[in-house]
């Protein structure tokens, strides 16, 4: 059944042009670094090892959060407003059911959009760009397989605040009566943390936006404790607001 | 109790201070083309949706073929085929999509099971056209379309006309009194309309202000009623009908006789009467319709359509 609903999820999603335009942003997005690179008053040289880093930090800090809203109010708040989101719940699908469904997809999603992040980066950067000097890892030089394979890792584990991000939204999804406040609801939400990142020392390893962006574990010693505070931290979040998500949705009535 | 399909025992709601549902009771049986009519806001749609598990009860038992839903909510809707409201669709898929969504969710439903079932509804034609591009009779029909793709043995349709002309609605009740003779489902509508309880369905119950105040089989011409026959020899009248075994129920009246008996009988009654030599001055079958039974009960708050 598990299955079955995650399948009728991706069906609607990709039937949808949102993703597409996402995916087609993330790509041009991605690109850009490459045109920079030609202009040699810029002063920047972008190389197939730096530019998935670099893709990496304003895709999870600026174009994957706001998909993720998008995707989060059509997941949950436009489907409850518009009536469809009682139809599989009168199909002989509990509500767990449907909840795991809906988290699984938005998991998947914002993994797959990572994913294509990395991907379109190596491949922009392949056909424009040198390899350049090779990945430096606690003073080890990497070789380019080893590199792609860290690059990958800092890509796979922004997955986990970023996921923690997308159930907070998803509760928000439930209490709110339009996709639209949900989007307006998550850039408010996203400011205020960076601002509590920028203003407070003392509170910003709280804040989960700060770690959305994984290129940090490589930028000093001590990677393991990072990491485990990232976990930690996601991990809090994200079961905290599915466990508020679980609470409200089987107390819920369904009037729509 | 076998031949119950959905039992509902001192069912309450409330929302806030509102009472919406109060202390309901009511018995669907198998084969039934049950009518669950109220004026609007009698909390008709909020027994529905606590019959499908989607509004938690405050009080009371819900049994769909002896299994209750708060214990065995997946196997009691397997059960189970709706239409709640006005149909909701993913209106960017085409109409044979939104029923495939809805078919995976089953086992064993396949393309030709979807398209035999559009077929049965009208809609095969249109069945690869975006839902937003269908007008509301085609959506109320694809909503009845989904609601029968499981094969259910219970059909619960709230206001399945709503919103549609006349031709539209005169097609919805035909589609549904079609179903109910050929696929031996049992319907559960909930309306607010009189004249289409009076025309598809076989028993009723009304609710007024979240309460049954009345429950009911509907007299059709076909079924058995009073009948007084307007005579002065009463007792020699009765004699004779005696005999009569079509006659469930006879007595004295002011008037003459009340016999019980179907409407088509009246024609040999009288002939009978006549060559028996007893004097029949009228005979007049009770005239009370559904429509005045139940506007007497609420008081008149009912649209007549």
């Known amino acids: 059944m598990l299955f079955s609903l995650i399948k009728n999820e991706y069906y ?110 190596y491949l922009s950067g392949a056909i424009f760009l040198d390899w350049g000097i090779p990945f430096q890892f606690n003073n080890v ?26 159930i907070l939204i998803m509760f928000l999804g439930f209490k709110l009566e339009s996709g639209g406040s949900v989007v307006g609801l998550t850039i408010g939400i996203f400011f205020i943390m960076n601002i509590i990142r920028q203003l ?5 390893p709280l804040v989960l936006s700060n770690y959305f962006n994984t290129g940090y574990l490589l930028s000093s010693d001590g990677m393991s404790d990072k990491l485990i505070i990232l976990i ?25 | 109790m076998d ?9 309450e709601k409330n929302f806030g201070k509102l009472k919406a549902v109060k202390n309901v009771n009511l018995e669907v049986k198998k084969g039934d083309v049950f009518g669950f009519l109220g004026p609007n806001g009698a909390g008709k749609s909020t027994t529905i949706r606590m019959v499908l598990g989607l509004v938690n009860p405050d009080k009371g038992r819900i049994i769909i073929d002896g299994l209750e839903i708060q214990k065995d909510y997946k196997e009691a809707l397997k059960k189970v085929g709706t239409m709640v409201e006005t149909p909701s669709f993913y209106e960017y898929l085409t109409g044979y999509e939104n029923l495939k969504l809805t078919a995976k969710l089953y086992q064993g439903i396949k393309h030709v099971d979807i398209i035999k079932i559009l077929k049965k509804v009208g809609l095969k034609d249109r069945k690869d056209n975006k839902v937003k591009t269908y007008s509301v009779g085609m959506k109320q029909r694809l909503g009845l379309a989904r609601a029968l793709i499981n094969k259910p043995q219970l059909v619960i349709l709230d206001e399945p006309t709503s919103g549609l002309d006349p031709q539209g609605k ?91 008996t179907k409407e ?23 005239m009370e319709s559904l429509e005045e039974y139940y506007l007497k009960e609420t008081g008149g708050k009912f649209d007549v359509i």
């Open chain 2, 264 to 286: 088509t009988q009246i024609e040999k009654i009288n002939s009978l009467l006549n060559q028996r030599g007893i004097k029949v001055k009228y005979i007049i079958p009770e």
């Open chain 1, 200 to 204: 407070s020392k003392l509170m910003r």
């Open chain 1, 12 to 121: 609607k999603l990709f039937r949808k042009k949102k993703i597409y335009i996402f995916a087609m942003i993330i790509a041009a997005m991605a690109f850009i670094p490459v045109i920079i690179n030609t202009i040699e008053e810029a002063g920047i040289n972008f190389t197939v090892n730096t530019l998935p880093l670099e893709n990496l930090s304003w895709s999870t800090e600026m174009i994957i959060p706001i998909f993720i809203a998008v995707l989060v109010a059509d997941l949950i708040t436009n489907e409850y407003q518009e009536g469809t989101f009682k139809l599989s719940l009168v199909s002989s699908v509990t509500r767990m059911e449907l909840l795991a469904a809906k988290i699984i997809t938005l998991v998947s999603v914002i993994t797959l959009l990572v994913l294509f992040t990395m991907m379109v980066s």
């Open chain 2, 170 to 260: 005169k097609e919805i009740r035909e589609l549904i009194k079609g179903l109910a003779e050929t696929e031996d489902v049992t319907f559960f509508i909930c309306t607010h309309q009189l004249n289409e309880v009076e025309q598809i369905c076989n028993r009723v119950a009304i609710l007024q202000e979240g309460k049954i105040i009345a429950n009911r089989h509907i007299n059709k011409k076909e079924n058995e009623k009073w009948i007084e026959i307007y005579t002065k020899q009463k007792n020699e009248a009765k004699m004779i009908l005696k005999q009569d075994e079509k006659i469930k129920n006879m007595k004295i009246s002011k008037n003459g006789l009340l016999i019980y």
């Open chain 2, 3 to 11: 031949n119950i399909i959905l039992k509902i025992e001192n069912l």
């Open chain 1, 232 to 256: 930690i931290v996601s991990l809090v979040y994200g079961l905290a607001f599915f466990g508020l998500s679980v609470s409200d949705l089987i107390k819920k009535d369904i009037v729509k």
């Open chain 1, 141 to 166: 030089t990497l070789t380019e397989t080893q590199g792609i394979l860290y690059t990958f890792g800092l890509y796979f584990l922004s997955v986990i605040p970023l996921s923690a991000f997308g």
